[in-house]
């Protein structure tokens, strides 16, 4: 049997996954995606949420000893948008979530870097 998620809106969880980013948290991170979720990282694609899962527990070990902040955070209906950067004395990565919620998860995401990646 399949533990239903509690309902939560956009703002909620767009905040949680920002959250999750935070803590460094990959499983928390996917938890926010649906099974059929679509992951644009740059050139990267990944389909589905094991493809997901697989990225994100990659993020911990590539952030190393690197801090994330994240500068705003705005929802209008189903979309949001986050400003990130990743600093180690000096910003190393930047860049920009697009995220498509529906149901109180993400369904699709987009990742516009403005640097190389980190």
Do not use: C
């Not at 979720?37 to 000893?65: C, M, S």
């Not at 500068?71 to 990743?86: C, H, M, P, Q």
């Not at 004395?89 to 990646?117: K, M």
Request: charged content about 25%.
């Amino acid at each position: 049997m399949t533990l239903k998620k509690p309902f939560r809106t956009p703002e909620q969880v767009a905040q949680d996954h920002i959250t999750a980013v935070l803590a460094g948290d990959p499983k928390q991170m996917a938890d926010d995606y649906s099974n059929h979720a679509v992951l644009h990282r740059g050139e990267d694609i990944h389909n589905g949420i094991e493809e997901i899962r697989k990225y994100f527990q990659t993020v911990p070990e590539r952030l190393g000893d690197s801090r994330i902040i994240f500068d705003k955070l705005t929802v209008e209906g189903s979309k949001a948008t986050f400003y990130w950067r990743i600093i180690d004395g000096v910003t190393i990565a930047s860049g920009t979530d697009y995220l498509t919620i529906e149901n109180g998860e993400i369904i699709h995401q987009v990742v516009q870097l403005n640097s190389s990646d980190f």
